[in-house]
């Protein structure tokens, strides 16, 4: 082979490659509508994969290589029910007659191949995401579906091991085929409950990223990166929820900041001293058009919403001494009436310190020191221990940043708490 096919055997595999990054949840989503069977999807998906990767060398990229895919997939499809069904013909004598089943699938198969796939995206998010799962399984699902991450990388992202992963993902396709779930966007108060469950997926992904909880890394940005690109699917897909474009404004506010975040050694940078003009200045402006169209379609008291208008006074704030601390705190009281949580209001003492002075913040926090929610929360001890360093208690205060370097899981954030510590000695 010469210089020149090796080249274009490259340049084609590096377009195979974007072509499965974007198509490949979509591909998926249409193979479930038709086959009912999410891993059986993800495996013909695979084997339409493996079927542009032996065309496309020698024919070329296609027009529309999606179109392609899905194409191929759905022959794949019908390759399978074909052979089960004569799987069932042999297996007459046994009383396994799927005689009348498979052709009935195949038919449909065949009526399906030129439909628009429609809503199959976001049935498929709202199946990875469904109540039934545990938290942390329909994360990983979702990632592994709609993000297309590999177990590896989710494995990766979390810290955990290939293994655990890949079994939560089993466990929760399982859990989906043996409840009967049906593949499908609910209505009314099931579709309510749901995209809250879809969004509290995103969100959760998408703190992780911002904060690791664990690990070398302040921030994870693949993570950051893949719940703000399943946020903008589901804003194309769900256009009038009010929710979904409140979260999606409140990460791209969160993320603009994020070149800002750390120092060339990766240590963390705290907000306050920030150098503003490597915030993302076009990030800033699709998150403040993203709240607005959150707060015009009602969503003004969501629970995301509030905190996107958060995220936006301090986006908005030129220099760290222009932020309004006073609307802030307001905006954290609103919040924490939506939606009660001590971590709440901490967030708000730390607003109410910065607006009033930490003399006013301080009986909030030691208010908080007695939920056992809060007891063994690292940042509690933190913003405790800033609180006393600014009214001069600097014994008591390390004290409180050794407290919570103790109980973060992030080395990063360890390092960074200890030598605030140090700072008062």
């Known amino acids: 082979m010469g210089d020149a096919a090796v080249q274009a055997r490259r340049e084609t595999d590096r377009a195979i490659a974007t072509v499965w990054r974007l198509e490949q949840a979509r591909l998926i989503a249409g193979l479930t509508r038709m086959v009912r069977d999410i891993s059986l999807a993800e495996e013909l998906a695979q084997e339409a994969l493996m079927a542009a990767m032996r065309a496309w060398p020698e024919t070329g990229v296609p027009r529309n290589p999606g179109a392609w895919l899905m194409q191929a997939g759905k022959r794949k499809a019908i390759d399978y029910f074909r052979h089960r069904k004569m799987a069932a013909g042999k297996l007459e004598s046994l009383g396994r007659d799927m005689e009348d089943e498979v052709p009935d699938t195949e038919t449909a198969l065949h009526e ?6 429609g809503d199959d995206l976001l049935r498929l998010i709202f199946t990875s995401c469904h109540p039934i799962l545990p938290a942390e399984s329909r994360v990983a699902l979702t990632l592994r579906l709609i993000g297309g991450l590999t177990t590896e990388e989710i494995a990766r992202a979390f810290l955990a091991n290939d293994t655990t992963i890949g079994q939560r993902i089993v466990r929760a396709k399982r859990t989906i085929a043996e409840a009967g779930v049906p593949f499908e966007v609910p209505r ?16 959760l992904i998408f703190n992780e990223g911002y904060s690791a909880t664990s690990g070398e890394d302040w921030m994870r940005p693949q993570l950051c990166e893949e719940a703000m690109r399943m946020g903008r699917i589901l804003t194309r897909l769900m256009p009038e929820e009010p929710e979904v474009h409140g979260l999606l404004a409140l990460m791209e506010l969160q993320h603009s900041r994020a070149k800002a975040r750390t120092n060339a050694k990766g240590e963390p940078v705290l907000l306050p001293n920030q150098n503003r003009a490597t ?3 076009l990030m800033i ?6 709240l607005g169209t ?3 379609l009602g969503g003004v008291a969501g629970p995301y919403t509030l905190q996107a208008a958060i995220a ?15 609307q802030i705190a307001a905006l954290y ?5 939506v939606a009660p949580s001590p971590v709440i209001e901490l967030n708000r003492a730390v607003a109410v310190s ?4 930490p003399e006013a913040a301080l009986p909030i926090v030691e208010a908080l020191r007695t939920t056992p929610a809060l007891e063994s929360y690292h940042l509690l001890y933190g913003v405790r221990g800033d609180l006393l360093r600014k009214l001069g208690r600097h014994a008591e205060a390390n004290d409180e940043f050794r407290k919570a370097a103790g109980l973060t899981r992030n080395a990063r954030e360890k390092a960074f708490l200890l030598s605030r510590a140090e700072e008062g000695v």
């Open 112 to 117: 399906q191949l030129d439909d628009d796939v």
């Open 188 to 203: 009314g108060a099931d579709r309510e409950e749901r995209v809250a469950s879809v969004l509290g997926v995103l969100y």
């Open 279 to 281: 915030w993302d200045q």
């Open 285 to 290: 402006r699709r998150g403040l058009a993203g």
């Open 294 to 296: 959150a707060q015009q």
């Open 312 to 326: 936006a006074c301090h986006a908005r704030a030129r220099k760290a001494a222009d932020t309004d601390w006073g």
């Open 333 to 337: 009281g609103l919040l924490n009436q």
């Open 354 to 357: 910065m607006a009033q002075g």
